[in-house]
């Protein structure tokens, strides 16, 4: 994961807005990943977005993308408790996915 | 159930001992991969296959070994070379060839490694 950065935690009240950033290193990549991973478990795929988007929504997720800054973030609308987990930015690179270090999201009540 | 199967879930190993993790699909993906995920350091590429009988390296191959030798299959070894294997082992599929589908990955549940 050393090409994509991420903060490490994030501590949000149930209710609120969540955000999640994340940089990244290549500015060719086409496409660019938000991972969710449960306690325990494997990876989901949460949501993606092409680079020629600076924005796309689904339902609460909205992702973002500044292509220039190479920065790219996540945000939770309306967090709920089953939204606590690591979210994982990731980039393609050569037929590979490379991931972030993972941030982990702390619903408080 | 469609999807993908890692076992065993809970391994303990004594030092000096090699233990495979299996990893089994029936998405009937090209590709498969396997990430070592340690706290505070995400997820590292080991080994990666994108067709039968081929495979490649990948960040942190070095104690590590892989076969592909059926589409389904692509179980890994953790040798005694290996020097700090006590881990989460996660295995993923996807479809082989745009960069777009390259990211669009499944894992598996994980095998989580302990060294005695």
């Known amino acids: 994961g050393e090409d994509v950065e991420q903060s490490l935690f994030l501590s949000v009240r149930e209710g609120d807005s969540s955000v999640i950033n994340c940089t990244y290193t290549d500015s060719s990549s086409t496409y660019l990943y938000w991972y969710k991973q449960e306690p325990g478990a494997g990876l989901q795929l949460l949501t993606y977005i092409f680079s020629n988007m600076d924005m796309k929504q689904d339902q609460r997720l909205t992702v973002l993308l500044n292509k220039k800054d190479k920065h790219l973030s996540l945000r939770i609308a309306d967090t709920q408790t089953g939204d606590s987990a690591i979210y994982f930015c990731?980039?393609?690179?050569?037929?590979?996915?490379?991931f972030g270090a993972g941030t982990t999201v702390t619903v408080r009540a | 159930d469609g999807g993908i199967t890692q076992s065993p879930k809970y391994l303990f190993r004594k030092e000096g001992q090699n233990v495979t993790l299996s990893c089994e699909q029936n998405l009937n993906h090209d590709a498969m991969y396997w990430y070592r995920q340690d706290p505070g350091q995400g997820l590292r590429l080991i080994y990666y296959s994108q067709i039968v009988n081929d495979f490649q390296k990948g960040d942190i191959a070095e104690g590590y070994s892989v076969s592909r030798e059926k589409k389904e299959s692509f179980p890994l070894t953790v040798t005694s070379a290996q020097k700090n294997p006590t881990a989460f082992y996660l295995c993923?599929?996807?479809?082989?060839?745009?960069?777009?589908?390259?990211?669009?990955?499944?894992f598996g549940e994980g095998s989580r490694l302990t060294v005695l």
């Open positions: 993923a599929t996807g479809p082989r060839g745009t960069e777009r589908n390259t990211g669009e990955l499944f």
């Open positions: 990731a980039e393609p690179h050569d037929y590979k996915l490379s």
